[in-house]
């Protein structure tokens, strides 16, 4: 009977929904909106899980939700931990939305064109989201299809390899699908510039040169430029510009719908006013005291490099016993001397633009690629294929615009080495490192060695912090994943 | 003696006189005749008798024989008197009804003098052949008092008219509100518990669930938090769903109400049914499977006109014998002071800073501190007023009832406001053909902050006892700060400028109103119709200072509105007969349908630039949004109730319901039930059965559903709103934001009961049994499904539970004389099992260890607690080096433990403590046994109540104390005894209280078995004593004054503050027994009066 049939009446339900251009692309629109979900943890689990970034000790509070945060930080987080657990969640929500649309576009009744670019950016997404997830899990389960019943939400675990081959599928999709930026500054969605760079990366990962090389050289006939000046890449008024290749996209303010960067506060010291910095009063004693970053990487910048100023900045003042800080003056890193009983905190610069337009964040964006990280890997991939002279041009290219000197070596050990350096100063912050890191063989190494380093420095650290095998390069899988689904096997060396 | 009339004489008479004759037989036998002359005279018989062998009787019978004189002997004499007229036997007739005048069947009519007995038939009506004379008549009826009639003449050949009226027997309801009608109570298959509200209103309580607790066997009414107006948890034979609501189905007047029952004023109501079986329950077949209760208000019965009003006021407090004992300020000082000292000393490179040592280092500065409990909480009264008029004529009835409470908060600045009104008409037509009537029914309820967060975990009554005592509320210049934390603890906002600066007014109407029609319009056969609504609005007024919000300066206020409504409109045809005498048949056959709509918006606005004007003009952004939802019910029934002679009693019920809340495949359900019932008193051999009053057996079997669950259209896929900002344009994204489930089919309750009723001693003891077995499959439940598929849970059957359970109700009236004395016991054992679920075979609490507090699984009980198994702390090198550590790696062998750390047991032996493998069950909340007694003193004009309830073996998860209250971070204010804690081996402390040394206190905040407390007790529920004032006044027929006690007195060994904890609230995902600081119940002292004007 009718009378006991409803639907919602202030919602669709799916099977009314995805007919119309409109709807599609408002479900297109829905398939960004995790990213900023995965952002608020990846900077755990790729930024502060490297040598760049530590975190404000705060001995007074252990709550879980500092602890589990902290623990990825120093490399001894367990399954069970939330945070490593987030990042997972939020990536598989982007790739969920994206399997909805690319499923249902198949039998819709829209325009090619149309669909094409829809589909487009559905499967650079897609892409984006599983190249996360098996850098940090591994082989993760492969979902490329709408769930529609509880049985289909247990699958298997993939292998690494098959992984890949569908990132590799997806992203060349989306390099067929998708136009280069039509203007500048962008629209802000995925465009085939957003989705070569995905994939010369995966060839990079996969010590593919020559496909990584021939796909970089075609982003230099795209538009896209380097800003004249290295800040000016995180102006909130420079949005998607000529340097930007695919950014997360925030907007402050009350407004229904607007969704502010909370990041700029989470990077600086806990404090119960953050006025000083943030322009106007923001109480972050339960949100700040993150990716603070290491004197390792601060000092890993060269002389001279004006990319140093731009990213870091020094919040200077005290601590009091609940480790709060209460700022009194704002510092620049260069040549920094702290005055007489006070402290000096480095704190992440590049994301925070005073004053803020609320206290729930700014409208400043957070970049995934740029054009630099292009130019690097172009270097990269010329190098590790004996171009090292080659390699020379691009590199110089982002060193220049950061005030230094032109590199000249060409001892491809060297060159590697250097260009590895560089990424590190050019994306700091921008939770590249981890990945890197994996990438370049050097993780065990340089996480081992830094952590001699760091636990001397804070005396409050674990000593296991930072001690790591080869097991701790892949995350746990999150333990509520095991355990409920009985068919995922936990990477090994975890409970 | 009598020989000497054998006699042999020889008489000879001809044509004697009748006295002359006697006189010969005199003389000849030598008998002495008493001869009256008065019955002698004027005899005009002539005799004539010539016999020489006739025996004296002889002689004189027939001398006698055409007179109408007859003899008798007497002390030897011979004493003439009248002959006894032949006379026919005289009748007697009437008929039995109880009060409202209905019939009642099979009552017991005896004849003292004769010792004849007969029973009244269908219709209440008997008939008594009896010789005439005079006679004393007793009635008596199960349930009734029984009635007696003196000086009953009976007359020859005429029939005397004598009807009963039989009046209730104490507390006892003989005619039974049930599914879809009224029954007598004798006549009942199925398990149903009555209660008579009029003994429970003296409880200065606001909500009638308060009143019912520790009454019915098999129903546990809690109360799991004191909020004003609120708190209340049902749960009928340990009901237990783990997603739908385990509340059972309140019916008022016929009516299923959708809303809430807190707005309901206990003073409307006249008694309660609580059908607990699945026969009494079947005619609600999809929602009764955590049972049902029938509400009846109060209507006229006629010649009942009169005024009554009744009113208490009272002062409520919290009892502060169960508070959480703090460190005073200077306590707490020491225990920093002291903390830093050992950080110097055990940790490298300890620090200690500045405005530490300036707050810590002299202790002696500082006396008790800062008292938030005290700032926060006060005496706080609570009154109630009442007024009920009655009028009723034979064919019409009306009750008007009105109502105004107030209950002022025991914490600041909250409170609750109801105003009441109750209107109920009855009208019948002079043939009590047709019966039409009306009620009508509006509150509103005015909430002031009484909706605040101020239960459970990061709630308000948590913060009074985190914050610190060093620090005072205000600023030297009389204003709130907005921290009240000292250094080294987590910023803590100031409690008491929260409830002062913040303002949440929630204003509540409701209409419950029905139209019923009855019409009998074959003998027999009445076609019922109802067309009920419950109607209610709410808005809310929300206004907090940007002092104490989350995001500091943010100042918000909100303004929403509710718009919320059912309808229920039912029809139903009723045959009711008797065949042949003996087969008494009720059958019922009805349609329903039911519908629930909903609407509401919110509008938050921000930006304010003062805290002067709390309304959204003054914000400089507002956002908002609207929503809207609906389900319904369809559904038709059938009842068949069929006994013969009364004795014999079968009953079997359907209902088949579709339900819009269900998948597209699976709307549909059935809901069979059969019960049988046997009184066994009636039968002829349990005539002799001497002291049995009252016996019956009944059995029942049936199968109900449980459609209560908050969604409107869970099973289906809907579409989500979710923002992206594309170049700082605000673009709306939409796709879908859960599973569907098409086959989501209805939670079914199959329910099997067999029950016993018994009165003995002339039903001055009554028992009742009951034992239960439940199968609840379907469970329905948000799954868990991993979230590799971009959703964390899907709707879903998801398993199988077991329950059942013994129940025992006893009343008994222990001394009848000028002290009278009643008791009433109800006890209940419920049981349950988890019998089956879906991958991997059990459901978590949530992912997050420190709060992971239960896990539904299979082989267990409900919500049977999970965590480590606590042994003490680690007692020394020895000990630690031969121990499981927590999360011991090689780089850190002994991990995050320590001399003086939590010590906890390796489940796996694997020779490391780790959060997934080392954790198992630790405690079970289900109770063994759970009931309450009442006990009730009478002596003159003095009464005295003592009601009491009390739950014994179920455990508590004490997290309140554990997880918040004993930190050794420093970051809150631990309980006074945790300043016993560890030290150093020579000073080990309690053992109870681990070291405060940084990174090894995690395991502290693990659920242990620590936190696993026995949660038995027994509550003094509410004292009154009574006096009702001996009046002769014209108009005031009855004064009766009162005090009471409310929450009298617990008695418990649970260290926490309220162990009525172990029923879950009516959120059935937040777990039994698990205390995470509820709002307190106060104790109630009151004064109050009712009386009654004519």
Known sequence: KDFIERSPEDAYTDDVFYKTEQQFRSAVVAAYAPLRDVLVNDYFTSEMHSDNTIYQAIPGNRGTSIVERENISDFINTSTNAYVAATWQHSYTGISRCNIIIERLKGADLNNEVKANLDGQAKFLRALNYFKLVRLYGGVPLFIKEVTTADEAFKARATEAEVYARIIADAQDAIAELAPPAKFPQTGEATKGSATILLAEVYATQKKWADAEKLLNSMLTMGYDLNANYADAFMPANKNSKESVFEIQFLGGTLTGATPNVLSFHFLPRSKDTKLLTGISIDNTSTGGWNTPSNDLISDFEAGDNRLEASVGIAEGTYDASNYFKYSAAKSIINYVPATGKIGVPYIKKYLHAPLESPTGSGDDFPIYRFSDALLLLAEALNEQGKSSDALTPLNRVRRRAGLADFTNTDPAQLRAAIFHERRVELAFENHRWTDLLRSGKALSVINAFGVKIREQLPYLSSDAYVIDQHHLLFPIPQNEVGLNPKIIQNPGYF | ?1094
Not at chain 2, 304 to 313: H, L, T
Not at chain 2, 426 to 453: C, Q, V, W
């Open chain 2, 1 to 1094: 003696r009598g020989q000497q009339l054998d006699k042999v004489i020889a008489v000879k008479l001809d044509h004697a006189g009748v006295k002359e004759s006697l006189l010969t037989i005199q003389a000849k036998s030598g008998i002495r005749f008493v001869l009256p002359e008065k019955l002698l005279a004027g005899l005009k018989q002539k005799i004539t008798i010539d016999s020489d062998h006739s025996t004296v009787k002889y002689l004189i019978e027939k001398v006698l024989e055409s007179t109408n004189l007859d003899y008798k002997l007497v002390e030897g004499y011979v004493v003439i008197d009248t002959k006894p007229v032949p006379q026919a036997p005289g009748k007697l007739s009437g008929r039995v009804v109880d009060e409202k005048g209905a019939p009642l069947p099979g009552a017991t009519i005896r004849a003292l003098e004769t010792g004849q007995v007969v029973q009244s038939d269908a219709n209440g009506d008997y008939t008594f052949n009896l010789k005439p004379g005079n006679y004393t008549l007793e009635v008596t009826y199960v349930s009734f008092r029984s009635q007696k009639s003196n000086n009953v003449v009976i007359k020859e050949g005429k029939t005397t008219s004598l009807d009963f009226s039989m009046q209730l027997a104490d507390n006892k309801l003989t005619e039974v509100v049930v599914s879809y009608g009224k029954q007598k109570s004798r006549e009942i298959t199925g398990s149903i518990a009555t209660v008579d509200a009029s003994s429970l209103q003296d409880m200065p309580v606001t909500q009638f669930a308060q009143q019912l607790q520790g009454k019915v066997a098999g129903v546990q009414v809690s109360q799991t938090s004191g909020q004003p107006g609120r708190g209340m948890g049902f749960i009928i034979r340990g009901a237990a769903s783990f997603y739908s609501s385990n509340q059972p189905l309140f019916v008022i007047d016929g009516n299923p109400i959708t809303g809430s029952i807190n707005n309901i004023n206990p003073a409307e109501i006249e008694s309660y049914s609580f059908l607990k079986d699945a026969s009494a329950t079947a005619l609600y077949g999809s929602r009764a499977a955590n049972g049902v209760v029938l509400i009846t208000t109060k209507h006229a019965k006629p010649g009942d006109a009169k005024i009554e009003f009744s009113s208490y006021y009272g002062l409520q407090k919290i009892p502060t014998g169960k508070l959480p004992k703090m460190m005073t300020a200077r306590e707490f000082a020491t225990f920093m002071k002291e903390r830093a000292e050992d950080g110097l000393k055990y940790e490298p490179g300890y620090s200690v800073s500045a405005d530490y040592h300036a707050a810590y280092d002299n202790p002696e500065q500082y006396g008790e501190g800062t008292n938030w409990f005290k700032l926060l909480t006060r005496t706080a009264p609570i009154q109630s007023y009442d007024l009920t008029v009655r009028t009723a004529r034979e064919h019409s009835s009306s009750t008007v009832i009105a109502g105004y409470q107030e209950q002022q908060g025991v914490l600041i600045n909250t409170g609750t406001k109801l105003y009441s009104m109750r209107f109920n008409q009855d009208f019948t037509t002079e043939n009590n053909k047709l019966k039409i009537g009306f009620n009508l029914a509006p509150s509103y309820r005015m909430d002031h902050n009484n909706r605040l967060n101020s239960d459970g975990v990061g709630g308000y009554f948590e913060r009074f006892f985190e914050a610190s005592p060093l620090v005072s509320p205000y600023n030297a210049d009389g204003s709130y700060t907005r921290n009240v934390s000292s250094p080294g603890m987590v910023a803590y906002i100031n409690p008491l400028a929260t409830y002062e600066l913040t303002n949440d007014d929630y204003k509540t109407t409701r209409i419950l109103g029905n139209i019923y029609l009855n019409y009998e319009f074959l003998p027999g056969l009445s076609i019922k119709g109802n067309l009920a609504a419950d109607k209610g609005a709410e808005t809310r007024k929300y206004f907090q200072s940007g002092l104490v919000t989350g995001t500091q300066g943010q100042t918000t206020g909100t303004s929403s509105a509710v718009d919320n409504g059912s309808w229920t409109a039912e029809g139903n045809l009723v045959y009711n007969r008797t065949f042949f005498k003996d087969h008494n048949i009720e059958a019922l056959v009805g349609y329903s349908a039911q519908e629930f709509s909903t609407y509401n918006n919110t509008l938050t606005g921000l930006g304010f630039t003062s805290d002067d004007i709390e309304y959204l003009g003054a914000a400089t952004s507002v956002t908002g949004s609207s929503g809207a939802g609906s389900y319904s019910l369809l559904s038709t029934i059938g009842r068949v109730n069929y006994n013969y002679k009364g004795k014999y009693l079968l009953s079997a019920a359907l209902r088949r319901d579709g339900s819009s809340k269900f998948g597209e495949n699976t709307q549909w359900g059935s809901f069979p039930s059969v019960a049988a019932g046997w009184i066994v008193s009636d039968e002829s051999f349990m005539k002799n059965v001497k002291g049995v009053n009252f016996l019956k057996l009944r059995a029942s079997y049936g199968i109900t559903g449980n459609n209560f669950f908050a969604g409107n259209y869970d099973p289906q896929a809907t579409i989500g709103t979710y923002y992206y900002n594309f170049n700082n344009v605000i673009t709306q994204g939409q796709t879908i934001n859960r599973l569907p489930n098409k086959d989501l089919r209805w939670e079914r309750n199959k329910q099997f009961d067999i029950g016993l009723e018994l009165g003995v001693l002339d039903n001055r003891l009554t028992f009742t049994y009951d034992y239960y077995r439940k199968l609840t499959d379907g469970l329905i439940q948000q799954r868990s499904i991993p979230t590799s598929s971009g959703f964390n849970q899907i709707i879903f059957n998801v398993g199988e539970l077991k329950m059942w359970g013994h129940e025992f109700s006893v009343s008994s009236k222990n001394l009848t004389g000028s002290l009278k004395w009643n008791t009433s016991l109800a006890l209940s054992f419920d049981r349950n099992l988890i019998t089956n679920l879906v991958d991997p075979g059990y459901i978590r609490r949530n992912v997050t260890v420190s709060s992971d507090y239960y896990r539904q699984q299979v082989g267990h009980h409900l919500g049977e607690f999970y965590g480590f198994v606590f042994e003490g702390l680690y007692k020394d090198a020895a000990d630690l080096a031969n121990s499981p550590k927590y999360l011991s790696t090689t780089a850190k062998p002994n991990g995050n433990s320590d001399i003086g750390t939590i010590k906890v047991k390796d489940i796996n032996g694997d020779g490391v403590i780790d959060d997934v493998n080392d954790r198992t069950f630790i405690g079970d909340p289900t109770p063994t046994f759970t009931g309450g007694i009442v006990n009730n003193f009478r002596y003159k004009n003095f009464d005295l109540n003592i009601d009491m309830t009390f739950s014994v073996g179920g455990k508590i998860l004490n997290a309140a104390k554990w997880a918040y209250q004993t930190n050794m971070d420093g970051s809150r204010l631990p309980l006074a005894a945790a300043a016993d804690r560890w030290r150093s081996e020579e000073n080990p402390g309690s053992g109870v209280y681990p070291r405060t040394k940084s990174g090894t206190t995690a395991m502290g905040r693990q659920v242990n078995s620590q936190w696993i407390e026995d949660g038995s007790y027994l509550t003094a529920k509410n004292i009154t004593l009574g006096y009702t004032v001996p009046l002769r006044n014209a108009m005031i027929k009855n004064l009766r004054v009162f005090a009471s006690i409310q929450q009298a007195f617990v008695l418990t060994g649970y260290s926490g503050m309220n162990p009525e904890i172990n029923v879950g609230g009516s959120d059935p995902t937040s777990g039994v027994g698990v205390d995470e600081n509820a709002y307190p119940i106060p104790r109630t002292f009151s004064l109050g009066f009712t009386t009654t004007f004519k």
